[in-house]
């Protein structure tokens, strides 16, 4: 049973290119959540993702972020424009849709902006 | 304020030791409490989940919930050099929603 499968793992882009980091949830599970990871800090929640809906992006930023979660195929976090401070580990999670269960994460994603 | 405020490290202990390891909040709402494990460079792993006040045990790890005092406590007995890790408290107010996490604390256990 393959857990949360998350890809690049390390990710490198110039200034203002562009970053797409995939996460394939661990199968049958219905939720998604992206959270970032910056250097001497904990990690925290950007969005929360259902099947083709966002339930709650209120840690995304407002500009050059943006996330998805296709009926078919892997959920998506883009990044346009990326700069030095984007530089982070991006976690992906998953939970089926049972309440009263948790979140399992994958190994991350490691963006850096050179 | 911060939601979450977990004790800051590093902490290194001898090997054989028990470790406490400590998160405060401020959201009465918080419901359901989490701790979770993090080897470097790694995704976080989940430990202990934990929905009522009380302690909850797993082998050497018990979770104690205070939700009076709004604290929440992770023991390690027994430490061990593979313990070593980042150990991350989070909560969350309802099923399925997001997670605030505390700063994390990094324990080093000497053989």
């Known amino acids: 049973n393959a857990g949360v499968m998350q890809n690049p793992r390390h990710l490198v882009r110039r200034r203002g290119q562009e970053a797409r980091l995939r996460c394939s949830p661990v199968?049958?599970?219905?939720?998604v959540y992206w959270y970032r990871q910056l250097p001497e800090e904990g990690l925290k929640f950007m969005v929360y993702?259902?099947?083709?809906?966002?339930?709650?992006e209120s840690g995304m930023p407002k500009e050059r972020f943006s996330a998805e979660f296709p009926k078919e195929g892997p959920s998506i976090l883009r990044i346009q424009q990326v700069v030095r401070g984007d530089s982070a580990a991006y976690f992906c999670?998953?939970?089926?849709?049972?309440?009263?269960?948790?979140?399992?994460f994958g190994q991350g994603t490691r963006l850096t902006v050179v | 304020q911060k939601e979450v405020e977990q004790d800051p490290g590093p902490l290194s202990v001898p090997e054989g030791a028990i470790v406490s390891l400590n998160c405060t909040y401020s959201?009465?709402?918080?419901?359901?409490f989490m701790w979770y494990r993090q080897y470097s460079r790694k995704g976080p792993e989940l430990l202990m989940y934990?929905?009522?006040?009380g302690n909850k045990e797993d082998g050497r790890f018990t979770a104690q919930v205070d939700k009076s005092s709004k604290y929440i406590s992770l023991f390690i007995r027994d430490s061990q050099p593979s313990d070593s890790a980042t150990y991350l408290c989070?909560?969350?107010?309802?099923?399925?929603?997001?997670?605030?996490f505390g700063k994390g604390i990094t324990l080093s256990v000497r053989p």
């Open positions: 999670a998953s939970s089926p849709q049972t309440a009263n269960t948790e979140a399992f």
């Open positions: 199968k049958g599970h219905s939720h």
């Open positions: 993702l259902q099947k083709e809906n966002i339930i709650d």
């Open positions: 959201n009465s709402a918080f419901q359901y």
């Open positions: 934990t929905y009522s006040s």
């Open positions: 989070a909560m969350r107010t309802g099923a399925n929603s997001k997670l605030t």
